[in-house]
């Protein structure tokens, strides 16, 4: 039987009903949590239907293996706290089709993957950092999400099914297929986008400790409230970063929460994330500069204490060209004149993946630009034209 579309939107659905949610197509799936991990046991049953072999890893890394030497195709299905339905699931879903029509059709040899908190629930891209050597298992464990929860802890729920991790020799090359999550291809109206390259991250948790004091008595000139040096920090940081920023660079406060978050109490502490984004090496490591250098004055001028975290990152990686070279064949051929080549300001596990084995990506576009919220979606067509493309290009690797 060739490629079925209509079993890859079936699919599709179906891994949307694991922590459906909100409004739209929205899910609720951050990694280990219950409906994650029974989404897993599911596909794991649906690449056993398909005849691949099914193997978790000890971070949780699913892949449905078809043979010593495989094509891998993939994504992740873990979601954001409240995540769209197609974030990583497409790519997935997508992989798992055009392996299992290979299989059937007597095709190549194709493998499958569906990595775990590549949202970064404990830390960046984490299955995939893990695997791919960028961070080690027991730095890994030792990773926490914003309530305190270890990844150690976390991955406990899974441990009954964890083998070994995997060689990378075992592939050939990696492919993922994503949504774009911005407005590019939208406004252009493409259908398909062939990634040039990843952009960079580097992502810290700060901890700023003032003292905490009663609302009414404090007089304003002895307080020293951990809120309004978050406030005054980030005003800082919007004027210096930028100062060095280019139209691509972006930066997010994305998480923060206030001690004891009451409204007659001066807050006592503030902790929250911030994150940076730009392809170039020497501006990320700029823009860390920054923040220790803000760091400092704050703490000095507002008689706080500011603790900056850890900063992990992922670097900028380049697509491989011959990979690259067969999607923008297959995009050529089925998509004429309504495809380009662009970069990622999202990142993805093609990011850690591309520095063990040749690893191309390919989007479709998102309506209306918008990811990491429940109303992300994109048009049927534009999704069955990406999974042709990419199976074209998987076939003539
Ligand atoms: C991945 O989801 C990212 O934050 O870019
Ligand atoms: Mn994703
Ligand atoms: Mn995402």
Do not use: Y
């Amino acid at each position: 039987m060739a490629l079925n579309p209509a079993r890859f939107l079936q699919d599709l659905h179906r891994l949307r009903s694991f922590g459906a949610s909100g409004v739209g197509k929205g899910v609720v799936r951050p990694a280990f949590t219950a409906v994650d991990i029974a989404s897993r046991q599911w596909l794991a049953s649906r690449m056993q239907e398909a005849g691949l072999e099914v193997h978790f890893d000890p971070v949780g890394n699913l892949f449905g293996l078809n043979g010593p030497k495989s094509l891998l195709i993939g994504s992740h299905s873990d979601s954001q706290p409240e995540g769209g339905w197609l974030d990583g699931a497409l790519g997935v879903i997508a992989g798992l089709e055009i392996a299992r029509a290979s299989k059937e059709d007597g095709g190549p040899a194709i493998s499958v993957v569906n990595f775990q908190d590549e949202e970064g629930r404990f830390g960046i891209l984490t299955g995939s950092d893990v695997w791919t050597g960028q961070i080690s298992l027991a730095e890994a464990d030792a990773l926490t999400d914003t309530d305190g929860l270890t990844l150690g802890a976390a991955r406990a729920r899974m441990s009954g099914r964890a083998r070994e991790f995997l060689p990378h020799d075992m592939f050939s090359g990696f492919i993922e297929m994503h949504i774009e999550q911005g407005p590019g291809m939208d406004v252009s109206g493409d259908q398909i986008g062939v990634v040039s390259d990843i952009v960079g991250i580097r992502e810290t948790r700060i901890r700023i400790c003032g003292r905490q004091n009663h609302a009414g008595t404090t007089p304003m000139a002895l307080r020293q409230d951990a809120f309004q040096a978050l406030s005054d920090f980030n005003q800082r940081i919007n004027a210096r970063f930028g100062a060095v920023a280019t139209k691509a660079t972006v930066w997010t406060l994305g998480h923060a929460e206030l001690s004891p978050n009451a409204s007659s109490v001066v807050p006592g502490q503030a902790r929250f994330t911030l994150q940076w984004r730009d392809g170039d090496l020497a501006r990320l490591a700029a823009m860390e500069s920054i923040v220790e250098d803000v760091a400092k004055d704050i703490a000095q001028e507002r008689g706080v204490e500011v603790e900056v975290g850890p900063v992990g990152g992922i670097d900028p990686a380049a697509m491989d060209d011959r990979l690259k070279a067969a999607l923008q064949q297959a995009a050529h051929d089925l998509a004429p004149s309504k495809w380009r080549d662009l970069p990622s300001g999202a990142l993805h596990d093609a990011a850690n993946v591309a520095r063990v084995m040749p690893t191309a990506m390919l989007f479709v576009p998102s309506i209306g630009g918008i990811s990491h919220a429940f109303d992300e979606d994109t048009k049927e067509e534009d999704l069955i034209k990406g999974l042709e493309v990419l199976n074209r290009a998987a076939l003539s690797l």
